[in-house]
Each structure stands twice: as C-alpha cells, then as structure tokens.
C-alpha cells in the first residue's frame, strides 16, 4: 500500500475524526438565554420593563429554554445511537463471515463495509477509511467505541480486540459476540416497552393535577372571591366592620396569589414528573428534561393562555 502524504502539522490525519461533543454548547447556550429571560423577569416585576407579558411568563420560558434544547439533542443523539446498535450484530455476523474465509480482522471489516447497516454505514465505512490509511484494525474499533460510546458497543468490541490480540479464531469470537447484543438489543425493547407503561402513568397522574388546579381556579376561586365581596357587603354600616370587615377583604386580596401558588406548583409537577419520566424510561435526566419540556408547555398553555 503505498504511503500516505504527511500533513503539515506533523501526525497522520485519520479520516472520520471524532467530532466535538455540542452536548455542553448546546446546554451553555440555553443556560445563558435562560439567565437572560431570568433577568428580564427580575425587571418586569420591579416595573423597570413594561411588557404585555408578566414576570412568571419569562420564568416559564427560561425553564424551557433550558431544559428544552438539551432534552431533545439529547434524545436525538441516543435515538441515533440505539439504530446503530440495532444493526452492529448484523456487522458483526459479516465480518465473521468474511473471517471464516480466510480473512484478517482488518480485511473483514473492509469487506463488510461495502453492506447497508443504515445508520450505522457512515461509522463502518470511517472505520474502513482509516484501516486503509493504515490505523490498525484494534485502533480503529477503538475509535468507533468512543464515537458511538454506549455500554454495548464499548462492550462488545473490547472482546473483539481482546481475542484479536490473542490470535484465537475471531470469526468464532464474533459469532458470539453478535448473538450476545441481539440477545440484550431484544432484552432492552422488552424493557422500554414496559417502561412506557409507567412514563404513561406518569403523564395520567400529571394531567389529573392539572384537571384539579383547572376545577379550582375556574370553579373555587371565583366562588371564594364573590363570598368575599358579599360579606364585604353585609358588614357594611355595622359596628363589627371594624373588626370583621378586614377578613372579606383579605379573602378577596390573596386570591391572586392563590392562583400563583398553583402555578408554581404545577411546574414545580412538571420539571419532577418528567425527570422521572426520563429516569423510568431511558435511566437519563437529560431524556427526562424532554418530557418536563413537554409538560412545562402543557402548564402554560392551560394556566396561562386559557386562563
């Protein structure tokens, strides 16, 4: 094979380098628009800011902000990475095939990359690019392991690279090794699907606590205010009015803040609810802050657009 030029920094460039994780761009980008719309509510409620919307809007939008953009990268990403482990045991199955003709490690995985494994072609065929520019084929399956980093992969090819390196018969070693992930790609669908069970629940007991603060700011708090106002009323022109008539008018004045107790309780709902969601389902709190995302718009759009 012959030499590949050298690149001017000095070191041989790998084709399909890993690229930079925007898990931490992308959660410090909506932590700082998080703080800005943070500031923006501190100066609509000090009256420095004269806005249509209120102080307790900014906040619901900095919660989103926040959680939202990383939630969802995040699920993306491991989206991405469960179709990519749903077809390396059907890799594996062909390079030991190609093992059992006589093939080396590094001329399997040649050879297998010209197959279609849907997403998970673009990592088999960066594997194959560096394999021809000479990175050696253990390398290059390490290399895959830190892009696609799941306990699976990781797993699965430390054994490959370990009975490479002892010279043992790896087609045999592959075989094995791709009936063990689609035994445990089986395992985890079983498992996701009942765990969808509980994250439905999870949505069901959310939605009832919505359905009852939506009862008592629509049906309790008008009932209480007009009892206020009534005996606010009766006690008009009577002697007691200075000692009793205080409490109608204190019944009518903490209403407001009735109203924002129950919307702080029901994101306070939101944000837990859907971390456990994320934590029942995948084991993640990034997958979690999806679901609060999902809920937190649910609250706002109930108590805060209807209401």
């Known amino acids: 094979m012959p030499a590949m030029p050298a690149p001017r920094g000095g070191g041989l460039v790998i084709p399909g380098a890993e690229k930079k994780d925007l898990s931490k761009r992308i959660l410090g980008g909506s932590i700082g628009i998080a703080l800005l719309f943070s500031f923006l509510a501190v100066l609509d409620q000090t009256g420095a800011l004269s806005l249509p ?6 906040v619901i939008f900095a919660l989103m902000i926040m959680i939202g953009p990383y939630g969802f ?22 390079v030991a095939e190609a093992g059992r003709f006589g093939m080396t490690l590094a ?18 065929k960066k594997m194959a690019a560096q394999i021809e520019w000479g990175v050696p084929a253990n390398e290059a399956l390490r290399l895959f392991s830190q892009r696609v980093r799941t306990p699976l992969v990781q797993r699965m090819t430390s054994i490959i ?8 018969k790896v087609a045999d070693v592959l075989t094995m090794v791709s009936h063990d992930a689609r035994e445990n790609i089986i395992s985890e669908k079983e498992k996701s699907i009942e765990m969808s069970t509980y994250v439905a629940v999870i949505y069901i007991a959310f ?9 008592l700011t629509a049906s309790f708090l008008p009932t209480m205010e ?26 009518v004045s903490i209403i407001p ?6 919307l702080l309780a029901s994101l306070v709902h939101a ?27 649910m609250t706002f759009v109930v108590l805060r657009v209807f209401f």
């Open 53 to 58: 919307l209120e102080w307790i809007d900014w």
């Open 73 to 94: 990268y995040v699920a993306a990403k491991q989206k991405r990475i469960k179709q990519i482990e749903e077809r390396l045991p059907e890799f594996l199955r062909d």
């Open 107 to 124: 001329e399997s995985i040649v050879v297998a990359s010209s197959g279609r494994y849907g997403t998970l072609t673009p990592e088999i």
């Open 161 to 168: 690279m370990k009975a490479s390196d002892a010279g043992g």
């Open 207 to 215: 939605g009832v606590f919505l359905a009852t603060i939506i009862i």
């Open 226 to 251: 007009e009892a206020g106002s009534q005996l606010e009323e009766q006690l008009q022109g009577v002697e007691e009015q200075a000692s009793f008539g205080g409490m109608g008018q204190l019944d």
């Open 257 to 262: 803040e009735i109203s924002m107790i129950f």
């Open 271 to 297: 944000v837990g609810d859907g971390i456990m969601a994320g934590v029942l389902q995948k084991g993640s709190i990034p997958i979690g802050m999806r679901h609060s995302f999902i809920m937190i718009i």
